[in-house]
């Protein structure tokens, strides 16, 4: 009997540690399973976080508030001044008249340049202005219409007409975004996002004198020397061509190459015509 009990304690405690490990098995195996279920989790979040790392992107400013009159500001006033010294040089003018020539032209090309850029973007914002008071006019009196005609632009992007239909009546609820929708498409601008005058306009003068003031830097100095001028007109164009192309994405030694052979023709052209009027053949 004992026998017997001492086997059945015996079978009961192999079973208990058999049940205990195939249960510690199936806890183990469930802890793997959820451990691998959590690394490709994990793994997947990763993933996603690289991809949107990756994803995230801004873009340069296209609209022209600052890096257009920046730029054209800069090289023209560049190009500009190393011409006209180039030009009286050519001709034999002293030291004294390349100077006198380089300031006036530094101060009355950027005077023009900044005035310029700020009268139009000022004439172009009033445009816009205009333009999308008309928008909001109809917008007031023909919602319908207006509600309509968004429908059908969503319908050009792709949309099945239902879902255009649902689209448009979704913004035509928002008079403000609706407003500002309808100019975007119409007028191809954001009206909450024009470029300001005063910062354009500013921008052209400044970056004009910089740019017209450092083929005079031989001459302010006391080193008249026209080459001296022109080397340094063209490191600043090859320079300048650099950043621009860095700015726009164009490759940047095309972008310096083209900049360095536009303001060689200029700069080599008018110091023809000075030889030309400065040393008349008889």
Do not use: C
């Not at 208990?16 to 802890?31: F, L, N, P, S, Y």
């Not at 407003?179 to 300001?196: F, K, N």
């Amino acid at each position: 009997m004992s026998q017997l009990q001492g086997r059945s304690q015996h079978r009961g405690s192999s079973a208990t540690i058999d049940v205990v490990t195939d249960a510690k098995g199936h806890e183990a195996a469930g802890t793997s399973r959820d451990d691998e279920a959590a690394s490709g989790a994990a793994e997947v979040g990763t993933a996603q976080a690289d991809l949107t790392a990756w994803w995230s992107h801004r873009h340069r400013d296209v609209s022209g508030g600052w890096l257009r009159p920046t730029v054209f500001g800069a090289v023209d006033g560049l190009v500009t001044n190393a011409a006209l010294i180039a030009g009286v040089g050519g001709g034999g003018a002293s030291a004294h008249s390349t100077v006198l020539t380089g300031l006036a032209g530094l101060v009355a090309g950027a005077f023009s340049m900044g005035t310029g850029e700020y009268v139009s973007v000022t004439n172009q914002n009033e445009l816009v202005n205009a333009e999308v008071a008309v928008e909001q006019r109809m917008h007031a009196e023909f919602p319908a219409a207006e509600q309509a005609e968004l429908a059908e632009t969503f319908r050009g992007y792709g949309a099945d007409a239902d879902t255009a239909a649902k689209m448009a009546a979704a913004v035509s609820a928002d008079p403000a975004l609706a407003l500002r929708v309808h100019t975007r498409e119409e007028l191809g601008v954001d009206p909450h996002e024009l470029p300001s005058a005063f910062l354009a306009g500013g921008a052209s003068l400044v970056a004009f004198s910089v740019g017209a003031l450092l083929p005079l830097l031989p001459y302010l100095v006391g080193a008249p020397s026209l080459l001296a001028a022109m080397v340094i007109t063209a490191v600043a164009l090859v320079l300048g061509g650099t950043v621009v192309g860095r700015l726009t994405g164009r490759p940047p030694v095309q972008s310096a190459a083209r900049q360095l052979i536009l303001g060689a023709v200029a700069v080599a052209v008018t110091f023809a015509v000075g030889r030309i009027i400065g040393h008349p053949v008889s």
